[in-house]
Every structure is written in structure tokens, then in C-alpha cells.
């Protein structure tokens, strides 16, 4: 009786431990999301497709006979004592370990360019993903999670620290830069000479291209992560308000508004046959008018079967939209027809942006695969991005 | 989502984001707010939890009675002592049964804390699936996570600390003290062991969590205060004089000088430690008696 008694303690302070670590370890970090993993999309140049692995790595890969390459693999900032490398062992699948990478890798001319969530902008040489140059040499700046954008010579990239920094894309030298009130997570756009970029504190800043000084700024109700578009002179661009904007690029007036949606715009609308297709994260694709903002179509769960969460880019080809949602479904929308079909299934969720090349679409999965759908007939093909 | 997600992760998401909003955007204020609030409402199995632990300490002289009595056959004192038990009404893993009831409450605390936070971008886009259709909720997000010059989505040293300090003051509290020395062992193992467990994690988490566990465990403080007083954490009273005996006070140091001068006009009435060392010579008798003998053994010597 009496060991029975002291089992029965030994066995209460061991669960009390167990649920303890159960909490911390599954907790915290599994369920809740709390691991960086990265979302990057794909850059095609030369038959070759650049992509920032879930690794940590660049890698490029040769789309005719599927040979890959692998830049050195970024570096992490010194975690200070032993406290770090314990957070990196609790959290799910090591994720902590390696860098993660959510902006899509840009090329021009000879160099291809990537910004890390470790706080660092990379140029490597295209052909054998060689350094090039690091920004900044010394240190690291606040994460990256927007890509970064080339425009005559400049590199512009918006921070968390909530800085635009414009950069010589030759030397990697810093030449101009605006700090905004919040972080800035999105993609910056340039079009006639403007960069406009969304901010987490709400605002959509306008500036000259030439010196970063800024035009205009218009402030929404929520924060803004999606990149902008612009066409024929308006700037649409969604908000974590729910709503979708379209502002005069000349001089950041509004010009309309539609908050229909149920959650948050997380990417970049598209524009095709003169309609505006806004992807939300309630799972909906809305089809707007670009004068008006009027909804034309929506497709919501009575065309979409399986309804989830749109965060991964949407992307034009012809007369059709594809995206994909959460569960891993890529869909097809004939944007004459305003018909939606799927096109294939995956298992796993998508959030990296789609891309569309010579009859393919690609994008990351987080099991480290490049996976390409055929845009005709959806049959899947995937090429292993893991290094060794 | 599932139904623990509907039903208990993100109503308390949405509810942290709107307080968060309603003091002006403020994170710190509203994990303070919503650990109040969820531990008023497991007020009565927190009381239930303190009562049996006090019902407990009230046993321990009974207990370690028993201890005296059986304390060579395990057996019948294993028998006398659920006995005593279920007399008095007590269950000894009530307590523990009632601190996992708690458990899934604290979980889902913890993991809205995380959600809210959305310190890296899956965790944002994860937080998107939570949110209620209010406007407030949407143009809240992303939540400031300064507080205090703190970034609550970092691992803070200073709130680690505070976290294991406040856990440890926590369990020495509602410690129940016991002659057992095994029990006694067990209980030190705790009152250390989940301190430093949590102070640990706390260095590795974002420190919106240990925001968290530091005003629960304060609350817990208050609480406990209110219900047993200091409990553990107060100095062991002073053993019962018994009638008719004489004791000896010793008075802090100036007053053990004073014994040299003046020995018949101390204070009578003293603890068992202080009996003890009543009892040994004190040097100014030592020295005395050296010296008698000294004397003596000059005599001897003439």
C-alpha cells in the first residue's frame, strides 16, 4: 500500500512535468505558428527557375533538364547564450536552425537578388550563385518578408524595422531610405517613376523613385501587406480593413472602395479583360469592376468546393486566373466564361506565390519541393529543392 | 477549425485582441486583463484548491502524530492516515486534480497569447483564421507588442526572473509544510523545480507568455495571502511552552553581553533552539570555571 502511495506521487509530479512540457513544446510553438518557415516563390530567367529553398538557400534550377544548383546557405544571427539555441530545439522541426525566406528572389542582368528573414540582402551571380554582395556587410537589419524590387539600377526593399531602403544593385551600397510608422512586411511596385509600398501602420506611402522622397500617402483602416497594382493610372491594393482600394497613383485621391470581403487582402489583385480579381484570406475570389469597384462575380463556396484561406499569389495567363487556398487546391477561373474549375489537389497547405511558365505553373510546398502543374490537363511533377 | 479552437481559442483570441484595443492598443494591458479576468472566473476551483490545502496543513499535527505512533509499520499507518483523511474530508490529490482541471483554461490562455502576438508572418496569416467579422478585431492586427519598453514577442530577462521569483513565492506559499522527511523532500523538489522550469521556458518564449505567468502567479499570491496568510513562506512558530517549566530568553547579541553582567534579571520564556544553546556554557562560565580549577589545582599543589 504504502509503494503503491509512492507511485502514485512519483507518477502526479511526473504529469504535472509532462503537461508542463507539452504545453511549452506543442504549445507554443506547433499550434500556434509561432516557427518561421518561409513562403518563397519562384523567379524564371533564362529557362532557369531561382527560388529561396525552406532550407535557407538559394537554388536554381534548370527547368530543361532539371539540374540544380545551391548558394551557400544564410546565415543566422548570433543567438546570445545558451537560451537561444534552446528556443531552436523546442520549436517544431528545427525551424529556428535555418533562415527562412519569404520574399521571391529578383533577376537582373548577370546578378539575382534575395532579402532573408536573418535581416540581410544578397546578390549572387547567376551563373554560379557566386556572393556577390551582402547588405549590410557588418550585422543584420529587422526580418524581411517582402521581396524586393529592381528598378534602374536601384534595389528597393521594404524592412520590419519599418525602413524603404533604396540600394545600388550593382555594389549593394546603401543610397536613400524613409522610415514608416510601423513594419513594413509587403512588396514594394514602381510605375511611372513611383514606388508605392503598404505599411503595417496602415498607410500606403507614395514616393519619387529618384530620391525616396514621398509624393503622397494614403492611410486605410487596417494594416497593409498585399503588394500594390497599377494600371492605367490607379493604384488597387486590399487592406486588412477587408477592403479593396483603388487610389489615384497622380495624386493618392481615392477613387473607390469596396469592403465586401469578410478578411483580410493578402496579396495582389490581378487585372485581366479590364476586371479586377482580388483573392481574400475568407477564401473568396472577387471579381471587381476597375472603374467602379462594383462586384461583377464573387466566387465563394456555392463554385468553390473546398474554401480556404488565400494567401498564396494568385497569377494571370491568357484569359485565365489561377490560385491556390489553404488545402492545397489549385483552381482555374476562364475569365471570358467567369467559370471555375479545379485544377489539381494537393496535399499540404500553398503559400507561396504561383507562377506561370511555358505551360506550367510553380510554386514551393513545405516539404522543400518545387511542384509544377500543367496548366492544361493539372498533372503535378515536383523537383526536391533539399540540398546533399 | 475544431471545436476546441471554436469553442475556447477563439473566443479568448478575439477577446485579447478587443481589450488590446480598448486600451488603446496596448498588448501588455491586455494579457494583465484577460489573466484577471480568466482567474476570476476559476475563482471557485482555485478556492477549493487553497481550502483543501489548508485543511491539509491543519492535519499535519494529526498526521504527524500518527507518524509517531505508526511509524514502524507502514502499513497501519497508511490505513490510520486515510482514515484521518476521510474523517476530515480531505482528498490528498484533489488538489493535483483540480490544478489539471485548470490545465486546458491555462493552454488555451497560452496559446491566444501566442496567436495574438503573430510575431512571424505564418503565425499572422494563422491568426486571420480566428478573427471574428468585427471591425474592431480586423483594424486592430497586427497588436503593438511593446510594453514597458518590452518587446512582448522576445524572450525578456527580466520577466523570466520575475516569472521564476513570482512562482517560487507562489509554491512556498501554498507549500504544505510536513514531518515526513520524504514528503518534506518532495514538496522542496517542487517549490524549486517549477520555478526554475518556467523561469526556463520563459527565457526561451516570446515574454508575452511570462507577462502572462507573472500576473497569474501574483494573483495566485494575492489570493493565497488573503486565504492563509504567508503560509510557507513564514518563519516556523515558536514550539508551545508548557506550564510550570522555566525557559531562558536570549535576547538578539547586545543582549547576551548583558548575561555576563547580569544573569538573574533575563526573561524567561524561549524557543527550543534557544534552550539548546541556553544549556551550553556561555565563556564568561567558562572562564570562571577554568579558573576554579586553576585555583583548585593550586591548592592541591600547596
Known amino acids: 500500500m504504502v509503494k503503491l502511495r509512492k507511485l502514485k506521487i512519483v507518477g502526479l509530479i511526473l504529469l504535472v512535468i509532462a503537461a508542463i512540457l507539452c504545453l511549452g513544446i506543442f504549445g507554443f510553438s506547433c499550434v500556434s505558428g509561432m516557427t518561421p518557415i518561409g513562403w518563397s516563390g519562384g523567379t524564371v530567367a533564362n529557362n532557369i527557375l531561382y527560388v529561396g529553398s525552406m532550407e535557407g538557400r538559394l537554388v536554381s534550377i534548370n527547368l530543361a533538364d532539371q539540374s540544380r544548383q545551391w548558394a551557400e546557405t544564410l546565415k543566422l544571427p548570433a543567438q546570445g547564450g545558451i537560451f537561444g539555441s534552446c528556443s531552436s530545439m523546442l520549436s517544431c522541426g528545427g525551424g529556428t536552425s535555418r533562415v527562412p525566406i519569404y520574399g521571391t528572389p529578383v533577376v537582373s542582368d548577370d546578378l539575382v537578388y534575395l532579402a532573408g528573414y536573418n535581416g540581410r540582402i544578397y546578390a549572387y551571380n547567376t551563373t554560379n550563385l557566386a556572393s556577390r554582395w551582402i547588405y549590410p556587410r557588418d550585422g543584420y537589419l529587422s526580418s524581411f518578408v517582402g521581396s524586393l524590387i529592381i528598378d534602374q539600377g536601384k534595389l528597393y526593399v521594404g524592412c520590419s524595422d519599418g525602413w524603404i531602403y533604396c540600394l545600388d544593385a550593382i555594389t549593394g551600397d546603401f543610397i536613400s531610405g524613409y522610415q514608416t510608422g510601423d513594419k513594413i512586411w509587403g512588396t514594394p511596385t514602381i510605375a511611372d517613376n513611383t514606388l508605392l509600398i503598404g505599411s503595417f501602420d496602415k498607410t500606403i506611402y507614395a514616393f519619387n523613385t529618384s530620391d525616396l522622397t514621398l509624393k503622397w500617402t494614403y492611410t486605410t483602416e487596417g494594416s497593409i501587406i498585399a503588394k500594390p497594382l497599377v494600371y492605367n493610372g490607379v493604384v488597387y491594393i486590399g487592406s486588412f480593413d477587408k477592403s479593396m482600394y483603388a487610389i489615384n497613383l497622380a495624386d493618392g485621391t481615392l477613387k473607390w472602395k469596396y469592403d465586401g470581403a469578410t478578411n483580410w487582402y493578402w496579396t495582389q489583385p490581378l487585372v485581366v479583360n479590364n476586371m479586377l480579381y482580388a483573392a481574400n484570406l475568407d477564401g473568396y475570389m472577387y471579381v471587381l469592376d476597375i472603374e467602379t469597384g462594383s462586384p461583377i462575380k464573387v466566387f465563394d463556396n456555392t463554385e468553390i468546393l473546398s474554401v480556404s484561406a488565400i494567401a498564396s499569389q494568385p497569377v494571370a495567363f491568357e484569359n485565365y486566373v489561377f490560385f491556390a487556398n489553404h488545402d492545397g487546391i489549385i483552381y482555374k477561373i476562364d475569365t471570358t466564361t467567369q467559370t471555375i474549375t479545379q485544377l489539381a489537389a494537393l496535399t499540404g497547405t500553398i503559400t507561396s506565390p504561383l507562377i506561370v511558365y511555358e505551360g506550367n505553373i510553380y510554386f514551393q510546398t513545405q516539404d522543400i519541393v518545387i511542384q509544377s502543374v500543367n496548366i492544361e490537363n493539372g498533372a503535378v511533377a515536383s523537383i526536391s529543392l533539399i540540398s546533399g | ?302
Open chain 2, 1 to 302: 477549425l475544431n471545436v476546441w479552437e471554436l469553442i475556447i481559442q477563439q473566443p479568448l483570441t478575439n477577446v485579447l485582441i478587443v481589450i488590446s484595443h480598448v486600451f488603446g492598443g496596448n498588448f501588455g494591458v491586455a494579457i494583465i486583463i484577460l489573466t484577471i479576468i480568466v482567474n476570476l472566473a476559476l475563482l471557485p476551483l482555485t478556492l477549493g484548491q487553497i481550502k483543501s490545502a489548508k485543511k491539509m496543513q491543519e492535519l499535519q499535527p494529526k498526521l504527524a502524530d500518527l507518524q509517531k505512533k505508526f511509524g514502524k509499520d507502514r502499513q497501519r499507518l497508511a490505513q490510520e492516515q486515510m482514515k484521518l483523511y476521510k474523517e476530515s474530508g480531505v482528498k490528498p490529490a484533489g488538489c493535483a486534480l483540480q490544478m489539471l482541471i485548470q490545465m486546458p483554461v491555462w493552454i488555451a490562455l497560452y496559446q491566444s497569447v501566442v496567436l495574438a502576438l503573430a510575431a512571424v508572418p505564418e503565425g499572422l496569416l494563422n491568426l486571420a483564421r480566428y478573427l471574428y467579422p468585427w471591425p474592431v478585431v480586423f483594424s486592430s492586427i497586427p497588436l503593438n507588442p511593446y510594453f514597458l519598453g518590452m518587446d512582448l514577442a522576445q524572450p525578456n530577462m527580466i520577466l523570466a526572473v520575475l516569472v521564476g521569483v513570482g512562482m517560487w513565492v507562489q509554491q512556498k506559499m501554498s507549500t504544505v509544510p510536513s514531518d515526513d522527511p520524504r514528503t518534506a523532500s518532495q514538496n522542496q523538489m517542487m517549490t524549486w523545480m517549477m520555478p526554475l522550469l518556467f523561469a526556463f521556458m520563459a527565457m526561451s518564449f516570446a515574454s508575452g507568455l511570462a507577462l502572462y505567468w507573472f500576473v497569474n502567479s501574483l494573483f495566485r499570491i494575492i489570493l493565497q495571502y488573503r486565504m492563509t496568510g504567508w503560509g510557507g513562506l513564514r518563519r516556523q512558530k515558536p514550539v508551545d511552552t508548557e506550564a510550570g517549566k522555566k525557559y531562558i530568553k536570549f535576547e538578539p547579541t547586545e543582549s547576551k553581553k548583558m548575561t555576563i553582567r547580569d544573569k538573574e534579571g533575563q526573561v524567561i520564556i524561549t524557543d527550543k533552539e534557544s534552550l539548546k544553546k541556553s544549556q551550553k556554557p556561555g565563556f564568561l562560565d567558562r572562564f570562571k570555571f577554568t579558573k576554579g580549577n586553576d585555583q583548585d589545582n593550586q591548592d592541591q599543589e600547596k
